[in-house]
């Protein structure tokens, strides 16, 4: 996308005692109060993986953006590195708005909020919960970590995860450090795409076997219907074997309005990539005519 949309700068504010940093990206159309999009990436993505790219196709749209990385990862602080815990996530994600609506040239009751895949069952839970948000794009969305992982792993193997969960629980009591796992397996979807998007190198490949313990006890859905009256879109790969279709456009029955469901016939990755322009364009036009 190009810059002369926008200017990007570096932020950071604080989320608990922690430093989230990232980009803020503000438009260069006219002189009245923006809105703007909080964002951020899914279970161990970085923003410099494919976001900027939404940020811009946003700010051509007058939309100004807020990207950060979540703590313990990338660019911002936080300690066990690696680890993804959902509903401190969500707490940040919450003084990610806060900080927004204090910027310059921001209209603070004009907030939208953006995520993809686990970030995007963040976006339905703070849809329901925060009425700062004013309008909620949910892309590929994790909709329920129960379900997520009974996909992800066959039943047979899953009470041996179980027990590895309690083994690392104990360890770490003791003082041990935090079990690391792979986040992604060479020759899968996952690797390819991180080939494609990570241009700065700053994907670590690996995620602590806590985080995916956490994943277990996520259950965005159950806050669906929640979310009215605040406009609500799920944006949904069709052909997505991460964060399954067909749960997300279950869960997005239950919604109520105003609501509206984009298909996107492509696979979870695909929509930072190939189907990108896309699914940012309707996300866009979604944040158009609900923050204007």
């Known amino acids: 996308m190009s810059p002369k949309h926008f200017a990007r700068r570096d932020i950071a504010f604080d989320a608990g005692g922690t430093r989230l940093a990232g980009w803020l990206y503000m438009p260069r159309l006219g002189a009245e109060p923006s809105p ?104 590929a969305p994790l909709v329920s970590g129960h379900r997520t992982m009974a996909h992800w792993v066959p039943p047979a193997e899953m009470p041996a995860l179980i027990e590895d969960f309690i083994a690392d629980r104990d360890a770490r009591a003791r003082g041990a450090a935090p079990v690391v796992t792979p986040v992604v397996e060479p020759g899968t979807e996952e690797a390819a795409w991180v080939e494609a998007t990570d241009k700065t190198g700053a994907f670590v490949n690996e995620i602590t076997l806590r985080s995916r313990e956490l994943i277990l006890e996520y259950e965005p859905d159950v806050f669906i219907e929640r979310i009215a009256p605040t406009p609500f879109m799920m944006i949904v790969a069709t052909r997505d074997s991460i964060t399954p279709s067909g749960d997300q456009m279950r869960v997005f029955e239950r919604a109520l309005e105003p609501k509206r469901l984009v298909t996107i016939d492509c696979g979870h990755f695909d929509v930072y990539s190939s189907h990108l322009a896309e699914a940012a364009a309707a996300a866009r036009e979604w944040f158009s005519e609900h923050l204007g």
């Open 36 to 139: 703007l999009i909080v964002m951020t990436h899914g279970l161990s993505g970085v923003i410099a993986m494919g976001l900027e790219d939404y940020a811009g196709a946003f700010a051509e749209a007058g939309l100004a953006s807020l990207l950060y990385d979540h703590r313990n990862f990338g660019m911002s602080g936080g300690e066990p590195r690696q680890e993804a815990d959902p509903w401190q996530q969500v707490h940040d994600m919450r003084d990610a708005i806060g900080f927004a609506r204090t910027l310059p040239g921001i209209d603070g009751e004009r907030i939208g909020l953006w995520g993809t895949s686990y970030s995007g069952g963040h976006a339905i839970v703070l849809g329901a919960l925060d009425r700062r948000v004013k309008c909620v794009v949910a892309q």
